[in-house]
Nanobody, 124 residues
């Protein structure tokens, strides 16, 4: 599986964006997908994760209630909708895949597969 993230851009505070993580390969539906972000000068942090079948999601406290994950296994795509964006959400957003849920959510090790990042810039 290879991942490609897209959908980033410049948006004003309070606005919305939809990020996509599109996969190539026939085993996409076997992987849990996570989103991470890295702001300038800061360490990478977990944002959200969705289970292989979309039945379970988990969000970082900082985005809970504002960001929403969904997936379409027919289209091999995971969507992350970012609502009520804040300047603190400015970062490069990466999607990642792993067959172990705790790897994404607990950060026990690096996920197996990473996509390239997409930049989200929120102006105040």
């Amino acid at each position: 599986v290879q991942l490609q993230a897209s959908g980033g851009g410049l948006v004003q505070a309070g606005g919305s964006l939809r990020l996509s993580c599109t996969a190539s390969g026939r085993t996409f539906s076997e992987y849990h997908i996570g989103w991470f972000r890295q702001a300038p000068g800061k360490e990478r942090e977990f944002v959200a994760a969705i289970s292989y079948n979309g039945g379970k999601t988990h969000y970082a406290d900082s985005v809970k209630g504002r960001f929403t994950l969904s997936r379409d296994n027919i289209k091999n795509t995971v969507y992350l909708v970012l609502n009520r964006l804040e300047p603190e959400d400015t970062a490069v957003y990466y999607c990642a895949a792993d067959m172990t849920w705790d790897t994404l959510v607990l950060g026990q090790r690096d996920p197996e597969i990473w996509g390239q990042g997409t930049l989200v810039t929120v102006s105040s």
